[in-house]
């Protein structure tokens, strides 16, 4: 079955950067699109990030300019850096396969929990 299981959040001051981890197992992962997405407390789950299986990204607009998403298949992992964090950047942070269904998938990993705060 699918595992997801996602590394290196961490607390940060604003202005910071970390680079979050997501090792993928149980799926083809090279032939799959890929997502970081994100939950801070009390607000839905929102999509930070994609990348498709040829490599191209998208970003939401909040993110756009400071994150960037990669993936190595060979590894079958997807990383996001983020640069210049900001305290609303504060949540936990998943991955995915990316379709347009994303809402409705039934599994997730454990998440890795990024705080921004001075």
């Known amino acids: 079955q699918v595992q997801l299981v996602e590394s290196g959040g961490d607390l940060v001051q604003p202005g910071g950067s970390l680079t979050l981890s997501c090792a993928a197992s149980g799926i083809i992962f090279s032939n799959n699109p890929m997502g970081w997405y994100r939950q801070a407390p009390g607000k839905q789950r929102e999509l930070v990030a994609t990348?498709?299986?040829?490599?191209?990204?998208y970003f939401a607009y909040s993110v756009k300019g400071r994150f960037t998403i990669s993936r190595d298949n060979d590894k079958n992992t997807v990383y996001l850096s983020m640069n210049s964090l900001k305290p609303e950047d504060t949540a936990v942070y998943y991955c995915n396969r990316y379709g347009i269904n994303w809402r409705g998938y039934d599994y997730w990993g454990q998440g890795t929990q990024v705080t921004v705060s001075s």
């Open positions: 990348i498709t299986t040829s490599g191209s990204t």
